[in-house]
């Protein structure tokens, strides 16, 4: 734990039943959150993101390990004692009270002076741009509405940690983009440190600070989203964040971070290996931006050929499914020019040419059970 | 194009219908309305008249019956529905455990046990406790009373407690409120409307019990429908629908004030 440390998560499991029906629904996580971290839980539904959000919120108590808050050990804390707040995902907003006695209630449970809790309402309000709706009751107002009340509400007795699960899954395409950049903000404007669950790994990508990649319990690689997507850790994690092209192969040397690997497809390509890498069988990463269509008459030395088995356009790219030597389907995105450029037709022989240092090895699969 | 089955436009369906009905609700009609019977007769009418009515009211019995029968019902569905509201949260905010299927058994079952079989248990019980302390006050009635209430009361609320967010008392958990703050301004006012039900059940039932209370009550304690019945027995007048139709009349604002108060929480 250090002293820049929100949330330290020491060697964590949670098991769910007992004797032969027992489920480790977190296993053995061990992970830290900065201060002031937008920190992202992602990973399929059943991976065990919620579970740990719950320890953490103090609804749930680790089977084992301990979780610490600014360095204090809060394992065993009721989460009413607990200064950290959740926004959840059906809201729970109390249907008997008004948009500003839901507000309201955490600092009036904490039996702040009346005169603080409206002033803090009231800035609340104000913060979510929900003033004109105060006196409403919460069934009278939008879904959209009713997250920024949550949102409030968890906000307004100054938590030193905010959780939130999945809170945007219920609302519409448009009003979810506005909100992840209400939340970016709030959290700016705030100092608070967001502990975020979701599934959707663009939302994912497109906030956090940091991401952890949980599967069957696990994490599986904590990292910033540039690291999560351009150097997975393994093939899971490379399936889930983003699309990927996996190609088997054998590797047959590797030197200076450099391995050269000797395709199932056919030919030879040399990928980015992670330290410890060695000799051997092993699955090589792709991402489909990475790799363009070329006409198979003159292709260069090294690059992969197969056939074109579909073109699927979608406006500001096309995506060509090819399938290659070995069947192997590769998918290839390229974005869409001016009209007027050479198509490749569908059943057309062609190549694959994949930019360099875009091919990277992947590591091994750990929880293989875990695959969706 | 085949249309979808309507049990509405089967042939007889609508006479079936007004058959059960009528058999429902004319029985009654015809109580009310020889209420007004100005005549002593149950069946020949004589002109609209408030005698019966008046009768009633003056009726020092009828008073005394109605009285007990309301500090029956009173008592017992209060001690009821705070027992049933224990009984439910019990059952629902609580981790499934071994056992918690034979609970809900232990307290539904009064429902299925014959109503003769309790009283009889109740009767040979009390009995005793009448020998052995000399008590033979209301407390035996009250005591029967609440037993058999409680399942119907309990209906209600746990059937509300099973809809409820449990979220919505996480949520007040996670907001700093103890588990106590908690019950007061989340769980006890979104209960509430359950609560009311089970009242209002335990208390209708509780007020036209017979069988229970004909074989419970010492002598001198009978309630209005044990005094009703007892009537029958002797030459019948327009007295006895006329108790019947105020006993009616106070049934349906009942019900009516909880219907209008619950759709307003709500």
């Known amino acids: ?372 | 194009m085949a249309r979808p089955f309507d049990v509405r436009r089967q042939r007889g369906f609508t006479l079936i219908a007004a058959f059960c009905f009528a058999l429902l609700y004319l029985p009654i009609a015809v109580l009310v309305v020889y209420a007004f019977n100005a005549g002593p007769s149950l069946s020949r009418w004589e002109g609209v008249s408030l005698r019966w009515f008046v009768a009633a009211a003056n009726n020092a019995q009828v008073i005394e019956a109605s009285i007990r029968s309301l500090q029956i019902a009173v008592s017992a569905a209060v001690v009821a529905t705070a027992a049933a509201t224990l009984a439910a949260l019990a059952t629902t905010r609580t981790p499934p455990y071994r056992g918690l299927t034979t609970t809900y058994a232990a307290i539904n079952l009064p429902l299925m046990v014959p109503e003769i079989v309790t009283a009889v248990a109740l009767l040979i019980v009390f009995a005793r406790i009448k020998m052995a302390t000399g008590y033979t006050g209301l407390g035996y009635l009250i005591a029967a009373h609440t037993a058999f209430c409680i399942p119907f009361a309990y209906l209600p609320i746990r059937a509300r407690l099973e809809g409820m967010d449990l979220n919505l008392e996480r949520a007040a958990a996670d907001l700093y409120a103890t588990p106590l703050r908690t019950f007061r301004h989340v769980t006890l006012p979104l209960l509430w409307p359950g609560i009311l039900a089970g009242f209002m059940l335990a208390f209708v039932i509780s007020l036209d019990d017979v069988v229970i209370t004909e074989f419970v009550k010492s002598g001198g304690q009978d309630t209005l429908p044990t005094y009703m019945l007892g009537q029958l027995r002797r030459a019948i007048t327009p007295e006895m629908n006329a108790i019947s139709t105020v006993f009616l009349a106070l049934s349906i604002v009942v019900v009516t004030v909880f219907f209008l108060v619950s759709r307003k929480r709500d």
């Open chain 1, 1 to 372: 734990m250090m002293a820049s440390d929100s949330i330290a998560i020491e060697n964590v499991s949670k098991i769910f039943g007992s004797g032969d029906a027992k489920v480790a629904a977190v296993d053995g996580v061990h992970i830290s959150i900065r201060k002031n971290e937008f920190f992202t839980l992602l990973g399929p539904s059943g991976c065990g993101k919620t579970t740990l959000l719950r320890l953490i919120a103090g609804f749930e108590f680790p089977t084992s390990g301990h979780i610490l808050l600014d360095g204090t050990d809060v394992s065993d804390t009721p989460p009413f004692r607990r200064p950290i707040n959740t926004v959840f995902q059906n809201y729970a907003l109390f249907p008997h009270m008004t948009v500003e006695e839901n507000i309201g209630f955490g600092l009036k449970m904490l039996d702040r002076p009346k005169a603080e809790v409206a002033a803090r309402v009231a800035a609340m309000l104000r913060l979510v741009r929900m003033e004109a709706l105060a006196g409403r009751r919460t069934n009278q107002i939008s879904g959209g509405q009713q997250q920024r009340v949550a949102l409030a509400r968890a906000l307004a007795p100054a938590p030193k940690v905010l959780l939130l699960d999945e809170p945007l899954s219920a609302l519409d395409y448009k009003l979810r983009k506005e909100m992840q950049i209400e939340l970016k903000r709030l959290q700016a404007e705030t100092g608070i440190t967001f502990i975020f669950v979701t599934h959707d790994q663009e939302e994912a990508l497109t906030m956090s600070d940091r991401i952890a990649v949980m599967a069957a319990g696990k994490v599986l690689q904590v990292g910033t989203p540039r690291e999560i997507y351009d150097a997975p850790a393994n093939r899971f994690v490379a399936d889930f964040i983003g699309e990927s092209n996996i190609l088997a192969g054998t590797v047959e040397a590797v030197a200076g971070g450099v391995a050269s690997v000797r395709l199932a497809a056919g030919g030879r390509m040399e990928a980015v290996a992670p330290d410890g890498a060695s000799t051997g069988p092993a699955s090589l990463l792709v991402r489909p931006e990475h790799a363009r269509l070329a006409a198979a008459a003159g292709a260069p030395a090294g690059a992969l050929v197969g056939t074109l088995a579909d073109a699927v356009y979608f406006g500001t790219d096309t995506h060509f499914h090819v399938r290659l030597a070995d069947g192997t389907d590769f998918t290839v995105r390229q974005q869409n020019r001016p009209a007027g450029e050479a198509a490749f037709a569908v059943g057309e022989a062609v190549a694959v040419v994949v930019e360099p240092r875009a091919a990277r090895l992947l590591g091994e699969d750990q929880p293989r059970g875990a695959v969706p």
